[in-house]
């Protein structure tokens, strides 16, 4: 008789930890706890890392699939709206360098392709204006929806920003009181294995042995169960993105009626980049750097002087990046998540979008019993691989991009040898033809799309020939979609609240439920 899988143990807490337990159990609810028990082990000693604070606009229908209330959440993990990303000095280190990459599709992006239109034009306004409203939504301060627009619908795509350190415990009551996850606070003393090569169980301090079908590792860096107990290497790509250390700093606001950006805020320094992202209650600001390129104490000079006079004494957190990931992802019965499975630097905030996209797979295609996980694990570690490869690609993009000079972090950063050949191969195609679905863009899930790659290619100043004939056929449509694109971006920017004007009243009055 076949064993069937039932006892699903994921061992780790944090947004990796919860969010996969709460994918699983709200896919399989019916099995719970009768035919099925998910059951999540957490070090009672442990911190969360809790510098994940960017979303991709996929967490909306994660929390909405998992039964999340919008509302709740803005309430309970000091949330904000997230419409892009804004990159200053990227491009040539200049005071007025600056493009936004918005969460938006260029207008009838499914359509037609308004790259070579916009570039045939040589308008002084930028590609993203040109074809979206979110750069001016930004530039603005206003928010992607009004008080009136139901939970998780938007007027503008919108994703989040978030205090991670609430956002674990606020996912964790949730999956305990509503979804039947097993909660055990205890520290792993072993890994025990089969004689074939399997997690047999964990033991734990406080808890002895939990024993499990599927093992799920979310233990961050120190990757207990996939890394040290099956013996899973690592794949280091510091070669490619340079950036090793982060120095993280909470900023209080002037007070409570500060404007919140509404766009992560993304500044390259000598060695790095620092970002800032708004809170309702603080800004949350980091300068990920090269240590190769810059001291420690340069690097805090940098960041001090973002912060101004109101950051001099304000404590800062040194966090170490390994850039990279594990050889693979899914062994025998054990998978890991988030951390543990690798970690990049937070440029383009793929962290989290990579734990759903995971937790999703592995919800969706639970397997019915060890004998069919092997190909399961096979099938998942081909997507996993392929996702890695195109993050860490699009990250690198930035970079080779750049026209800097003004230091050998810049210069190195655009050397040969330090490009991936997927992305060097695209950068000459790109030279003769816009980035568009036919580009390797084939998976239904892409972290990023062709739009994506468009708006950071052409907001850093990259040049594609124009074909005429493309022009030709396509002229009127071109000039219908900037026509609407100028309609809509007026018509936004008239209706739609200030940032901090709607999360106050979405604390105050709550969001329409679905």
Same mark, same amino acid.
């Given at each position: 008789?076949?064993?069937?899988?039932?006892?699903?143990?994921?061992?780790?807490?944090?947004?990796?930890?919860?969010?996969?337990?709460?994918?699983?159990?709200?896919?399989?609810?019916?099995?719970?706890?009768?035919?099925?028990?998910?059951?999540?082990?957490?070090?009672?000693?442990?911190?969360?890392?809790?510098?994940?604070?960017?979303? $991709?606009?996929?967490?909306?229908?994660?929390?909405?699939?998992?039964?999340?209330?919008?509302?709740?959440?803005?309430?309970?993990?000091?949330?904000?709206?997230?419409?892009?990303?804004?990159?200053?000095?990227?491009?040539?280190?200049?005071?007025?360098?600056?493009?936004?990459?918005?969460?938006?599709?260029? /207008?009838?992006?499914?359509?037609?392709?308004?790259?070579?239109?916009?570039?045939?034009?040589?308008?002084?306004?930028?590609?993203?204006?040109?074809?979206?409203?979110?750069?001016?939504?930004?530039?603005? *301060?206003?928010? +992607?929806?009004?008080?009136?627009?139901?939970?998780?619908?938007?007027?503008?795509?919108?994703?989040?920003?978030?205090?991670?350190?609430?956002?674990?415990?606020?996912?964790?009551?949730?999956?305990?009181?509503?979804?039947?996850?097993?909660?055990?606070?205890?520290?792993?003393?072993?890994?025990?294995?089969?004689?074939?090569?399997?997690?047999?169980?964990?033991?734990?301090?406080?808890?002895? !042995?939990?024993?499990?079908?599927?093992?799920?590792?979310?233990?961050?860096?120190?990757? =207990?169960?996939?890394?040290?107990?099956?013996?899973? *290497?690592?794949?280091?790509?510091?070669?490619?993105?340079?950036?090793?250390?982060?120095?993280?700093?909470?900023?209080?606001?002037?007070?409570?009626?500060?404007?919140?950006?509404?766009?992560?805020?993304?500044?390259?320094?000598?060695?790095?980049?620092?970002?800032?992202?708004? =809170?309702?209650?603080?800004? *949350?600001?980091?300068?990920?750097?090269?240590?190769?390129?810059?001291?420690?104490?340069?690097? !805090?000079?940098?960041?001090?002087?973002?912060?101004?006079?109101?950051?001099?004494?304000?404590?800062?957190?040194?966090?170490?990046?390994?850039?990279?990931?594990?050889?693979?992802?899914?062994?025998?019965?054990?998978?890991?998540?988030?951390?543990?499975?690798?970690?990049?630097?937070?440029?383009?905030?793929?962290?989290?979008?990579?734990?759903?996209?995971?937790?999703?797979?592995?919800?969706?295609?639970? %397997?019915?019993?060890?004998?069919?996980?092997?190909?399961?694990?096979?099938?998942?570690?081909?997507?996993?691989?392929? #996702?890695?490869?195109?993050?860490?690609?699009?990250?690198?993009?930035?970079?080779?991009?750049?026209?800097?000079?003004?230091?050998?972090? $810049?210069?190195?950063?655009?050397?040969?040898?330090?490009?991936?050949?997927?992305? #060097?191969?695209?950068?000459?195609?790109?030279?003769?033809?816009?980035?568009?679905?036919?580009?390797?863009?084939?998976?239904? !899930?892409?972290?990023? %799309?062709?739009?994506?790659?468009?708006?950071?290619?052409?907001?850093?100043?990259?040049?594609?020939?124009?074909? +005429?004939?493309?022009?030709?056929?396509?002229?009127?449509?071109?000039? /219908?979609?900037?026509?609407?694109?100028?309609?809509?971006? /007026?018509?936004?920017?008239?209706?739609?609240?200030?940032?901090?004007?709607?999360?106050?009243?979405?604390?105050?009055?709550?969001?329409?439920?679905?």
């Amino acid at each position: 008789m076949v064993a069937r899988t039932r006892h699903i143990v994921i061992v780790g807490g944090g947004t990796a930890g919860w969010l996969t337990a709460g994918l699983i159990a709200a896919k399989h609810r019916a099995r719970i706890p009768h035919d099925l028990t998910v059951t999540l082990v957490e070090s009672p000693t442990t911190p969360i890392l809790g510098v994940g604070e960017g979303t $991709w606009p996929t967490l909306r229908s994660t929390l909405a699939r998992i039964g999340v209330s919008e509302t709740d959440f803005f309430r309970e993990c000091d949330a904000a709206f997230k419409q892009g990303a804004l990159f200053a000095r990227w491009t040539t280190g200049a005071a007025d360098d600056a493009y936004y990459h918005p969460l938006m599709l260029p /207008q009838h992006f499914s359509k037609l392709n308004l790259v070579p239109h916009w570039l045939a034009q040589q308008e002084a306004s930028s590609f993203c204006d040109a074809v979206c409203p979110q750069g001016r939504l930004c530039d603005d *301060g206003l928010a +992607p929806k009004t008080i009136a627009t139901p939970e998780y619908d938007g007027v503008a795509n919108y994703a989040y920003h978030l205090d991670a350190g609430k956002f674990a415990p606020f996912l964790q009551r949730h999956c305990c009181e509503k979804l039947g996850v097993c909660h055990v606070l205890a520290d792993v003393r072993e890994v025990r294995l089969h004689e074939h090569g399997d997690i047999r169980a964990i033991d734990t301090e406080q808890a002895g !042995e939990i024993a499990g079908d599927l093992f799920i590792d979310c233990t961050g860096f120190r990757s =207990l169960l996939l890394g040290d107990a099956m013996g899973v *290497g690592f794949k280091d790509c510091s070669d490619i993105l340079f950036c090793d250390t982060a120095l993280a700093v909470q900023m209080p606001y002037p007070d409570e009626h500060s404007p919140i950006a509404t766009h992560t805020i993304s500044t390259a320094q000598s060695a790095g980049w620092i970002w800032d992202i708004g =809170l309702p209650t603080r800004r *949350g600001i980091g300068h990920v750097y090269s240590s190769r390129h810059q001291s420690q104490d340069a690097a !805090e000079r940098e960041l001090r002087a973002y912060l101004g006079p109101g950051g001099a004494d304000l404590p800062i957190r040194q966090i170490a990046i390994r850039s990279g990931h594990r050889e693979t992802f899914w062994k025998r019965n054990c998978v890991a998540v988030g951390v543990a499975a690798g970690f990049l630097e937070p440029l383009e905030a793929s962290a989290i979008v990579l734990i759903e996209l995971s937790a999703k797979m592995i919800a969706e295609q639970l %397997p019915a019993c060890r004998e069919v996980m092997d190909v399961i694990a096979s099938r998942f570690n081909e997507t996993t691989h392929y #996702r890695w490869g195109r993050i860490i690609d699009f990250l690198k993009l930035h970079y080779v991009l750049s026209k800097r000079e003004d230091s050998e972090f $810049w210069r190195d950063n655009r050397l040969p040898e330090t490009v991936p050949d997927r992305l #060097r191969d695209l950068m000459l195609l790109w030279r003769y033809q816009s980035p568009w679905f036919h580009d390797e863009f084939d998976r239904v !899930e892409e972290v990023f %799309p062709p739009a994506s790659y468009q708006y950071v290619l052409y907001g850093m100043g990259f040049e594609t020939e124009v074909e +005429p004939a493309l022009l030709v056929s396509d002229r009127r449509l071109a000039d /219908q979609a900037m026509r609407e694109n100028a309609v809509q971006t /007026q018509r936004m920017r008239q209706g739609l609240p200030r940032h901090r004007d709607l999360i106050d009243r979405i604390h105050q009055h709550g969001l329409q439920p679905v």
